[in-house]
């Protein structure tokens, strides 16, 4: 559910995502340390070669045209080069120096010039000529200007001293060391990095602009213009670093604008330098002014404002060492719904055998079509984005981020009761929030955005993607960190064996994976402590109620399970306290081997052996292939290769088993009851197609093709294990008896092809002797009980739903507050009723005397009126009392998928019960 983006003006990055070693950390070299120093060692400036020449001349440029420099002159600094030194202390909150504003250049100064009139005249009349041809996103805009500036940098250099800006174009940098110029050996170092595919990204977007102007270009010079050596793309590449490397953002004639500064483009960056940048419209001036002190013999910097390392290295060719302003940018995004699609129509040539797929696809893109934008007026509502970042902080992973992930990974039910906020953890606020600093990106992390989960579902799910997306994103780096580090450190002490820019690259790339080593040992610690709360939450059944399992056919279950896997750290035991055989392991640490099971031992619906039992059938589901595999094993062929597993197998109260007055008695006419018809409907169909399939090609057993045996067999097929693999998706294993449930323990299940054997480990520690758990964090309780046979015994992490119809009217109104509704309300047990529940019920009510005297605004929980409260309450009640009696009528039946169905409807009276306490509290109130 998660893509990834590029976008190549901001910082270049993607994501999707696997692991990061940690960890030699080493002694960062002293000298590029000393660029955050404040440059105390200097020397004076000999003047004795051309390029000290040039500068006495720039100098006098300024002077002559009445820069203001008096407080500053230029010396070379050490580790520095050239800068400005404070020939007498600069007291706070005054200018350390200034130029009229005519010497600075700007797009407006471009564009008024005669090159840059030449060339939008020639803009315009190809405009005009390809009018129907140039869409609106391609007609002149900012990107444009920039452009025309590069050109006018070069045009104006080619003219020497008659150039207005001569002296100050003559004494700029040739080279800017930026990853635009860097070798392919130099490239290559950043291979993995945002900043690698960044830079190819736009090497190419920079010829574009350029080849896009050209023409123009060659049309606004005079005929015989060198025009190959002034205006060719390495000059062109040279001037665009130039802009970028040393423009300023300042206010000037009421727009912000990027513009070149001499003078003040002369002082060195630092990311703790206190300054700003003001424009005197009346005397036509613009100046630096310091917002500290700046004592005498110190150098005076310019702070182009925070910037991580990447920024720094992209634009301006240098990296700051240990960059506390540094980060990993990462852009998450919503998958579109298509991305799977086959392309290929000649694989769809069957449509009419599709049609149901694609009815069913169809659903299930309305749902997430459904979902999605809820998703997106979530974040909108809580003025969220896509683009976040991973800090070199001590809380590297900030809410902001979190909340993003929690929504795109919740369900719509989710997504209903986050709505009404104080309906999850009561201790869900992260403490470690508060200590935003100035060095994040902007207000990234300073901005507060509450830190609240929205389920335990959901708050796993979040967890997991976080792991995904560090691990995948470090798993693109070509070396881990530590060589990465010995590089550096080796490159570091034998510098004349490596560019410079090799240098700074390696630098980079070390910064990135630290962000991403730091943020993951970060992630663990939050994967720790949720698991440790839950530890408490849920109650585990004691071991001493735990005895062996006695019996025939218990001893030869096990001896054949024996043979047929490696599971040594297994065992099958009665719990008293469940009243069922459960599995055990006897210690393990986190990430061991539990179990290994060869591809003979396991059931794979792609690997059966049916024979021709299913000549002619094109189509069966991978449940329908195991189902019709079970039946025979256990009833039809005696000497069965698993007759064991078959003969201790235990009844799996599936709701597959309920006959549907069964559910109108246990649910009514609720959507739990729609549910489990649908399920029913499905199966029942799915087994009478399949029948006729038989009947016509001889194989049907009117004795062991039956729909008693066909829910027997699908009921065991839910044990089944989901696999990421896309060969082998899901598998059964033949477990006598499946994972009990427990929200904080999970196994990891890996299909080893190269060895052909199902692998089994768990993500957790185990000390002694203990039930083996497992959950599926994708799966609500609701899921577990539909379609695992599994009643979630805390009762918090139940919800009920419930259709309401609401008019057109409400639906309008709700558009004010960001929200849409799909026609279903949801419950839990909570202290209070959810803020969307309150709103829909209130706005449904509202009368025209109350919409005549209130403004319906985007506060969830507006009231409007006291009556309007009071019907509210009134009709809540009413609706509450009315879904309670669907689940609440008797049954006379105790067959094992009754007594489950049982168990399952007594967490949705809680539910309903607890609501309606708060509802009568309410109307006690009112």
Known sequence: MLSAKCDVRKSFMLVLLVPILAVLQFQVDRKLNDRMETGRGWKEIEGKSQEDILFQ?????????????????????????????????????????????????????????EF??????????????????????????????????????????????????????????????????????????????NLYSGTLALKTSVRKSYDRFLPLVKASVPSGFNFDEVFGFDRFMWAYQIFWSRSLSILLDGQRIGVLAPLIDMLNHHPKMKVSFFTDEIKKRFRIDAHHEIAEGTQAFINYGNRPNEKLLL???????????????????????????????????????????????????????????????????????????????KVPIVPRMKMTLRILCANEEELYLWEGRGNFAEDSKDKDSNLASDSRPGSYASDSVEDVPLSNRNEWLMLSTLESLLKGTAAKFPRNLQDNEEDLELALKNRRNFSENSIHAMYYVVGQQRILRDSLNYLKEMQRKFHEKFLALFQMPQLEKIIPLKGNDWLLYKMWFSANSSTEALSWEFSQDLDRPV??????????????????????????????????????????????????????????????????????????????????????NSYVAQNIYDLIDENFAEFQEIMEKLKEN????????????????????????????????????????????????????????????????????????????????????????????????????????????????????????????????????????????????????????????????????????QKNELETFQNLKLKLNSELEKI????????????????YREKLQIILRSSLDLVEKSLLDL
């Open 698 to 865: 001889g194989n049907f057993n009117p004795e062991i093709h039956t729909w008693e045996n066909w829910r027997w067999g699908n009921s065991v097929w839910t044990l089944r294990i989901e696999l990421d693999d896309p060969e082998i998706p899901s598998l059964l294993i033949p477990m006598a008896t499946g994972f009990e449930y427990h929200p904080s323990h999970q196994l990891k299940f890996r299909w080893n092809s190269e060895r052909s054997r199902l692998e089994m480990s768990s993500l957790y520690t185990y000390s002694g002797k203990s039930i083996l758990f497992n959950h599926m964090p994708d799966m609500t309780p609701a899921d577990y009980f539909l379609g695992r046979a599994t009643v979630v015994d805390q009762v918090n992490d139940h919800l009920f739903a419930f259709p309401h119809e609401i008019s057109e009217k409400t639906r309008n109104l709700l558009k004010i507050k960001s929200l849409d509704f799909f026609g279903s309300h949801y419950l839990k047990v909570s202290d209070r009723l959810p803020s969307q529940l309150l709103c829909i019920f209130r706005l449904e009510n509202l009368s025209e005397e109350d919409l005549n005297s209130t403004q319906v605004s985007p506060d969830l929980d507006q009231i409007y009126s």
């Open 116 to 193: 840059g009139r030449k060339v939008m005249e020639q803009y315009e009349a190809l405009e005009k000529l390809e009018e129907d041809a140039i869409e609106e996103g391609e007609k002149f805009k900012l990107s444009d200007e920039w452009t025309l500036t590069y050109f006018f940098i070069l045009l104006e250099k080619s003219k020497g001293k008659d150039s207005h800006w001569g002296p100050y174009l003559s004494i700029l940098p040739h080279h800017i060391g930026t990853p635009l110029t860097f070798t392919q050996g130099e490239l290559n170092i950043l291979k993995g990095s």
């Open 315 to 393: 634009y301006y060719g240098f990296i700051i060492p240990n960059n506390d302003i540094d980060w990993y940018f990462v852009r998450i995004g919503i998958q579109n719904e298509n991305s799977n699609e086959n392309e290929n129509s000649d694989e769809n040539e069957n449509s009419d055998e599709n049609e149901n797929c694609d009815e069913m696809d169809e659903v299930e893109k309305q749902e997430k079509r459904e979902r999605t934008q809820l998703q997106l007026l979530s974040l909108k509502r809580m003025k969220l984005s896509f683009d976040h970042y991973f800090l070199m902080d």
């Open 888 to 903: 609440s009528r008797p049954i006379s039946k105790s067959t094992p998928s009754v007594k489950n169905a049982v168990l």
């Open 57 to 113: 001349d720039f100098l006098s440029w300024l002077d002559g045209h009445g820069a203001i420099r008096d407080k500053i002159r230029f010396v070379d600094f050490d580790n520095f080069g050239r800068g400005a030194l404070a020939i007498k202390t600069i007291p706070s909150d005054e200018e350390i120096c200034s130029i009229p504003t005519h010497l600075l250049i700007s797009g407006k100064v471009v564009k008024e010039s």
């Open 583 to 668: 599995i055990c392991v006897t210690g393990c640490h986190e990430n061991d081997l539990l179990g290994i099971f060869p591809e003979n031992s396991v059931i794979i619906p792609q690997n059966l052996d049916l024979g021709n039992l299913v000549d002619g059938i094109s189509e069966v589901s991978e449940g329908g292939l195991v189902t019709l595999y079970l039946i025979r094993e256990k009833f039809q062929e005696s000497s069965s290769q698993k007759s064991p597993f078959f003969k201790v197998l235990q009844p799996i109260p599936h709701v597959i088993f309920l006959e549907k007055e069964d559910v109108d008695l246990l649910f009514g």
